[in-house]
């Protein structure tokens, strides 16, 4: 099956800095890797996802990179905000035998947008 | 935009009682998980769910926990006899396919609290 490490699992970063999350998956068959944020006492919503297909995604002040070869992916937000203060959880599918994805989630990084 | 729902957003029961906790996921949607995340940890898989049956389990969803689609809309997850450990927010999501290509949608969680 699939394990999914992420690093680091809190964060603190001055408004305005850059924030990096590191992933690393097992499974060499794994290409959809999507990034969710929760808020305290929400629900996880997709802020990012990318494909084995590309290296690199970017939306606004977010991106994420793919590197296959090493099997991990990152998550880079840019000029961060307070409202980016949230935990965010990488993930990586293993497709059953219905076709269907089955998301192993990260353990979660706790970011903190200091004012 | 359509949302996946879930009711109750707070269930608390006696160790040992029956729970079911209900999801209408989106309407056009034709595959179906539940996930749990026990205070402060993961999101963690527990069951997938296509074409009226379940296509995958993990280790957690043992003989205690089953599935049904009652109708075209609801998606309920059942507990028969609860203990401490299921204590935890179990959230319902959908996509509208399986494969690597499409977003699975959560629902704002049910918070189930075992006493």
């Known amino acids: 099956g699939e394990n999914v490490e992420q690093h680091p699992s809190t964060l603190s970063v001055q408004e305005g800095d850059s924030a990096v999350i590191k992933c690393t998956y097992s499974d060499s068959a794994s290409n959809y890797f999507p990034w969710y944020k929760q808020e305290l006492g929400k629900r996880p919503q997709l802020i990012i996802d990318i494909r084995s297909n590309v290296g690199e995604k970017k939306d606004q002040r977010i991106a994420v990179t793919l590197n296959k070869t090493a099997k991990h992916f990152s998550l880079h937000i840019t000029e961060t905000q307070p409202e980016d203060s949230a935990v965010y959880f990488c993930a990586a599918p293993l497709i059953s035998n219905f076709g269907n994805e089955k998301l192993t989630f990260g353990t979660g990084t706790r970011l903190t947008i200091i004012p | 935009e359509p949302e996946v729902t879930q009711t109750p957003s707070h269930q608390v029961t006696q160790m040992g009682q029956e729970v079911i906790l209900r999801c209408v996921p989106i309407s056009n949607h034709l595959y179906f998980y539940w996930y749990r995340q026990i205070l402060g940890q993961k999101v963690e898989f527990l069951v997938s769910?296509?074409?009226?049956?379940?296509?995958?389990k993990s280790e957690i969803f043992d003989d205690q926990f089953s599935v049904e689609r009652p109708d075209g809309s609801n998606f309920t997850l059942k507990i028969r006899s609860t203990k401490l450990e299921d204590s935890a927010m179990y959230f319902c999501?959908?996509?509208?396919?399986?494969?690597?290509?499409?977003?699975?949608?959560f629902g704002p969680g049910t918070r189930l609290t075992v006493l």
């Open positions: 999501a959908s996509s509208d396919s399986g494969g690597i290509r499409n977003e699975q949608f």
């Open positions: 769910f296509y074409n009226n049956e379940i296509s995958e």
